[in-house]
C-alpha cells in the first residue's frame, strides 16, 4: 500500500501502461521489489553497524543505473544525472 500513491503518480506523469516486453519486466521488479527488498532490508537492519546501512543505502541510485545499463541494455546519458547536474 505504500507504493501504490506514487504508482499511481508515476502513471498520472508517465507515458502510460508498459507495452511488450515491459509488462513482465515490471512484474518481476514489482515483484522483488515487494517480495525481496523488505525482507532482506529487515534482516540487514538487524546485522549490519548503521553506518555501513547508511552507505548501502546512500549507493542505491548508483546501483540502479548500472543494473539498468547491464541488464535492461539502456544507454547512459545525462537524464540520469538527478538534481541540479541534469539539464
Known amino acids: ?3 501504490l500513491p ?3 503518480i508515476a ?3 508517465g507515458r502510460g ?13 514489482g515483484s522483488l521489489n515487494t517480495g ?3 525482507p532482506f532490508l529487515f534482516i540487514a537492519t538487524s546485522y549490519l553497524p548503521g553506518q555501513v546501512a547508511v552507505t548501502l ?3 542505491q541510485p548508483t546501483i540502479a543505473v ?9 544507454r547512459l546519458s545525462h ?3 538527478p538534481g541540479e547536474y541534469a539539464e
Open 66 to 74: 548500472l543494473l539498468a545499463v547491464g541488464v535492461l541494455k539502456e
Open 11 to 13: 502513471l498520472r506523469i
Open 1 to 3: 500500500m505504500r507504493a
Open 17 to 29: 501502461l508498459p507495452q511488450g516486453s515491459w509488462w513482465w519486466k515490471s512484474y518481476i521488479l
Open 36 to 38: 525481496a527488498v523488505l
Open 57 to 59: 543505502g546512500s549507493v
Open 79 to 81: 537524464r540520469w544525472i
Open 6 to 8: 506514487a504508482g499511481l
